[in-house]
């Protein structure tokens, strides 16, 4: 009896549960058919919006192409509501979309037969670059006008493990691989490693390309003391690690190169190679600014002690740098105010015949953002020559530039020169970058 | 044994790249997780910098959630790359791109130049503006976090459906709020809106930005007041990170009224979650539509 009253009991409970279970399911397909039907009305509307739209088209090209079907098949105009990224044409997906980082890695044209294999494309970028230059300068004269680089950029990821970017510079007459490696990103120890022709990271100017400068020009220390417009620009290995802290960002980075920079460094035999290492030190102050200090060492071989094709005075240069940078952004007003305080000092210590010629040079510059498309800014110059130290350059530069979007850029910059051998250089100077292709990241 | 006991109660580390999906994440992932954003609420979500804090955040990342369609283009793949981070590389398990769950507007067909300004060529990002993607979005992010530790599916799902149970009660009362002014025409700065104009049924019949990432200009301006006074428009919605000069002018020329509607938690302080933000938005157009009298 008392068992046979439990299993009532038993029954009845489990009877209760079902029905309130079954009453839960029916509340959620409910809920569910109610989402479908939403979400159908949603698509009913845009491809009722879309057919309007293709059946004028067609209206307007039939006679042309009669019986042909459209390019576009109207299903696969709009990606239907969460479905698998399946849907747009390949055909319609912008060039340059595959790439790495950004949400293109589920670009949806997989299965596509028509352009399955463009997906693999490298984003493709060209920055024109446009000089012009007015008035008297006998040290290192400019032409009146110049299409001074046309930068072109391949980037994508490689494999699992690496991705690669590719920027040829293309001058007026000639090609040069302006950087061109690997980025290894899956080795062990948080080591970021890249492998090919790159700007080393001495400083900040030296790892910036042209068209991301705030002047038309590069700084005189830069010229005189890093090897050129160039910079250190060499094929060879470079590591990054962070290092752990518990109070700001931490990063170290040595490099090898073949020893081959422009007019800095010359390896005489392949032993010659040359180093360059950074420490930099990263701290946000406030939400709008931040602050940014690097220092940097470079050693390789220098030209000086070469004799008639043969290197006889082994002469080595060592550079050591140190470089500041200030940035400040409101937030909330962060497109249309902004200034950045930038400064770096740099120490050469040249061998050569006769003596270690030593000396520094340094730039300053500021940069205020007025309004959302304008910006002014000034840079102070003072630099020795890297094979005479007792010849300084000083110069300044006032500069304005006009950014009618985001994808160009009109710049003038007056510029006054005092040379060290006695001459001085009165310039204005005339700049307009201009970039197609993919969309680039925003330098920082 | 030991190491998988210490790993399943230690939190799931997420970083979003804005603070809509932190809530929204936030909201899934309880005390299971901790979350931050990068961008606030109050900046542009399409000019972040990228600036090295972000790489130690996500350094420390077992989930990365991106809103994708280009809007972070120019700041966080800089990031990733530099993260040293493999579980957050895009294809790898801890990315994900909450775009490709949701209802996308505005994608565009033929061929599509710059000509036609900053467009975004996989579609208007801003989609996040409709709870529908809010549900979307959330369901993503729990199947994420399910997949990354899988002995909390439970607890994910089951706040999954707690929110979107709540999220669908809101919607409800929003949509109700709303329904009296359904047609309602309004002219925004940027083209933050589309998916929130027609979950709530506005008409937005022109923009203060002559193209998407244009600033206006003065022939546009013009047009713009001209259209705006035959149509009888009488709202003005812009985004907190835009300056109001020009919808100011425009404004006292036609006797529209400017308002700073944010398209994001956090967006100005009294938004600081999910439901807030159309709590406060709804509020904010449904009280200016009344003052207007206008439709």
Redesign the interface.
Known sequence: MRSACAWVAAAGLLVGSASSASAQEAAAVR?EID?LR??FE?LKQQYGD?LT?LESKLAAVEGAAPGQPPA?PPAA???P??QP?AA?PAA???SG?A?????????PVYGSTVGGAKVFNPDIAVIGDFLGAAGHNSVNPQPAFEMHESEASFQA?VD?YA?ADFFLSFGETGVELEEGYA?L??LPG???TKVGKMRAAFGKVNTMHNHVLPWTDRPLVTLNLVGGEDGIDDAGISVAR?IPNPWL?L?ATGQVYRGDSDELFHASTPSDLSYVGHL?A???IT?NS?I?FGFSAARGHNFAGIVDGTDRGRFTTTLYGIDATF?W?P??????HSFNGRTEWIWSRHEQFGGTQATWGAYLSGDYQVA??WYIGGRLDRSGVANDAALVDTGGSFVVTYWP???SQVRAQYQRTNYGIGSTADQFLFQFQFA?GA????P? | MVAAAASAQSKVTVITSTEDLASIGREVGGDRISIEAMARGYQDPHFVEAKPSFILKLQKADLLVAVGRELEIGWLPPLIQQSRNMKIQPGSQGYLDASLGAAILEIPTGTITRAMGDVHPQGNPHYWMDPENGKRIAKQIADKLSEIRPADRAYFQQRLADFTTRLDAAEQRWLAQMAPYKGTKVVTYHRSFPNFAERFGLDIVGYVEPKPGIPPTPQHTLDLINEMKRQNIKIILVEPYFDLKTPNAIGRETGAQVLVMPPSVGGTKEVTDYFKLFDYDINLLVEAIKKSGAK
């Open positions: 809920q989402q939403r979400d949603t879309r739209a576009t105009a709009q990606p509501v969460s990224p747009p319609e997906v912008p979309a790439g790495a980082g950004g949400p293109t890695g589920a670009l990821v699992p991705r980025t990103t899956a948080g080591l970021l962070l960002f990063e930099r990263y701290q946000d939400e931040n940014d940035k952004k937030l909330s007003r962060s497109i249309y959302r498309r979007s985001e994808f197609i969309h680039g990241a925003h920082f």
